[in-house]
């Protein structure tokens, strides 16, 4: 996981010795580890991909449109830490914005770079193609205000230490940065930040006194606690305290629980791993365990909806320590400027002599071994899939879940150690799963396995980069849920609606039209006999590319979707009618 760089120069400023302007960029995201960057060319942007293939240390990933490259970046950062994309002006990066809005709703760190046009042009109110034409170039840039923690549109003298400024931001905050780069810029030099260390300000005595008030409060809380239970979300995650996480955990001997949006943060096969808290819609057991509880620790917690099961999730603010990025709550009393990780540590000495309570593992939700004995040549169900997945998935494999059926039939299983889960359960935008997987698998260490799994709606909106997976020989297993459309939106409203239908694609023939390698693995499953077949090749393939059409039935749904849906379609009934 990358942290904040110690951003300091070593040029001259803004003389033949100094970098250009793009030459500093890139070299300020490798300091930071980035080794590729995703998006699509464009005339405005075009030199600094020049700059960025010559880099050394940088790979330029082309995507088939920006969408996918926010997405593909996304599922980087998550992975890395942080990613880059890069769009023209306009049009590009307009088209990246939903992604760029998803990875701030979910506190991911993406820097966004636009291409823009030449100074002069824009201070000219020049109307130029891939603009609005009324002689403002701004309005792009203003749009993307709410989307990041920090922009810039970058100007000669000021283009260094505004690069700095919001890159030094995107990796304090863990969301996004938006840089409006003018084309003319690129090869200009750069005035340099100043070359001297930055200072290191000494720790302040008032977080120090916080640090020491939470502790002793902590200490009271849980003195008489019998029963503790660690709750992980995503933004423990984000601002990488697993380590702590599972220092506490293991010294502790605590039960613990993650929510939806932090599934894989703590390894599943640890002793007292409850399951996903889900709020009314978590296994009554899990449920019992973390509400019921004499103190829960939440680290990172934002429940919204999805994440809450619908705002049912019941935790008492007297028995709740609440760890969020830059502050604590104990009980409830807050403690500024505490941070996660120091938080973590305070608990972990506390709680490190405590007695060991006896081991018990509870099943997450929708995990209950499926009892019916499938015909073999019979037609495939959603039970039965699952069950065959839990027993595919293997340590190490990199999970990519798209929203809806693939999502909550992955939550139904208990998933092997030292996997890591892609999914996005709060901003919610099907098709994200196929460009993120592509990131993640970048991302990670060389050969780990991409298994995606998504559905049919989903993955025609984003299909193209199963090209881009294959172009970069990735070693990834896609099973296509094909339940005949929106299957998610059909049990909210609309189970006949001509709206949830989409076209009938000839699933078989789309691999081999985006360039898989002949050697691929490409199946059909609509029956147990032809699935197990299919996985057992899936299993033997050593890389490249699998490709898994699997056949359901339209009204079919994991159970934990269906009670969802119902939630959902309740709430949006009641909004109609307040």
């Known amino acids: 996981m990358v942290r904040v760089a110690d951003f300091t120069s070593n040029g001259r400023n803004g003389d033949a010795g100094a970098p250009t302007v793009a030459d500093h960029l890139l070299a300020r995201l490798v300091e930071a580890g980035v080794r590729h960057v995703f998006g699509v060319p464009g005339d405005y942007n075009l030199g600094l991909l ?24 996304d599922g980087y950062a998550r ?13 590009g990066e ?16 993406v820097l966004m770079i636009a291409g823009t046009p030449a100074t002069h042009v824009q201070e000219l109110g020049l109307p130029v193609h891939h603009g609005l034409l009324d002689g403002d170039p701004g309005h792009f840039a203003r749009a993307f205000g ?3 923690c920090a922009s810039a549109r970058l100007c000669a003298d000021t283009a260094a230490r505004e690069i700095d400024r919001v890159l030094g931001r995107v990796l304090a905050d863990k969301r996004p940065g938006y840089i409006a780069l003018p084309c003319d810029l690129v090869a200009a030099r750069a005035v340099l930040p100043g070359s001297e260390p930055a200072a290191v300000e000494a720790e302040s005595s008032t977080v120090v006194a916080a640090e020491r008030g939470f502790a002793e409060r902590a200490q009271a809380m849980l003195a008489g606690a019998s029963a503790v239970v660690v709750l992980a979300d995503h933004l ?11 220092c506490l955990i293991a010294l502790g001997s605590l039960k613990s629980a993650t929510t939806a949006a932090a599934r894989s943060l703590i390894d599943e096969t640890t002793p007292g791993f409850l399951g996903l808290y889900i709020g009314a819609l978590s296994d009554p057991a899990v449920r019992d365990a973390v509400e019921t509880a004499d103190v829960v620790i939440g680290a990172g917690l934002r429940l919204v909806d999805i994440t809450s099961g619908g705002f049912t999730a019941r935790l008492d603010p007297d028995r709740l320590i609440d760890l969020q990025p830059h502050h ?23 709680v490190a002599d405590r007695p060991a309570p006896a081991a018990s593992f509870f099943e997450p939700h929708g995990m209950a071994h ?3 004995r499938p015909e073999p040549d019979g037609p495939l169900t959603q039970g039965t899939f699952w069950q065959r997945i839990g027993g595919f998935l293997r340590p190490g494999d990199i999970i990519a879940a798209d929203q809806g059926t693939p999502l909550y039939g992955l939550l139904g299983l208990r998933l092997p150690s030292g996997v890591d889960v892609i999914a996005q359960p709060l901003w919610a935008s099907i098709g994200y799963a196929l460009p993120a997987i592509i990131g993640a698998q970048l991302a990670a260490e060389p050969g780990r396995r991409g298994v995606l799994l998504i559905g049919d709606g989903s993955f025609q909106m984003t299909a193209q980069e199963l090209g881009t997976m294959a172009r970069h020989a990735t070693h990834s297993v896609v099973f296509l849920l094909n339940n005949e459309g929106y299957t998610v939106e059909r049990a909210i409203n609309g189970w006949t609606a001509g709206y949830n239908e989409i076209p009938r694609w000839d699933w078989s023939r789309v691999p081999g039209a985006l360039g898989a390698a002949p050697d691929s693995v490409i199946a059909r499953a609509g029956t147990p006999a032809e699935l197990d077949a299919a996985l057992a090749a899936c299993q033997r393939l050593a890389g490249g ?12 749904m994991p159970p934990l979707l269906t009670e969802l849906a119902n939630a959902i379609a309740t709430q949006n009934d009641a909004a109609s009618r307040s």
């Open 545 to 556: 590319l699998a490709f898994v059409e699997v056949v359901l039935d339209r009204h079919d």
């Open 236 to 246: 423990a995650d984000r601002h990488g305290v697993q380590r702590h996480l599972d």
């Open 50 to 73: 020049d700059v960025i293939e010559a880099h050394p240390d940088l790979e330029w990933v082309g995507n088939a449109n920006e969408l996918n490259a926010a997405y593909a970046a």
């Open 79 to 91: 992975t890395h830490g942080l990613a880059a994309v890069v769009t023209t002006y306009g049009v």
């Open 370 to 372: 499926c009892t019916d």
């Open 94 to 109: 307009l088209s990246a914005m939903n992604g760029i809005a998803g990875s701030f709703a979910e506190c991911v760190p």
């Open 146 to 148: 709410p989307l990041t």
């Open 328 to 350: 604590a709550v104990a009980g409830r009393e807050s403690f500024p400027g505490v941070g996660m990780a120091a938080a973590l540590i305070a608990l972990t000495n506390i």
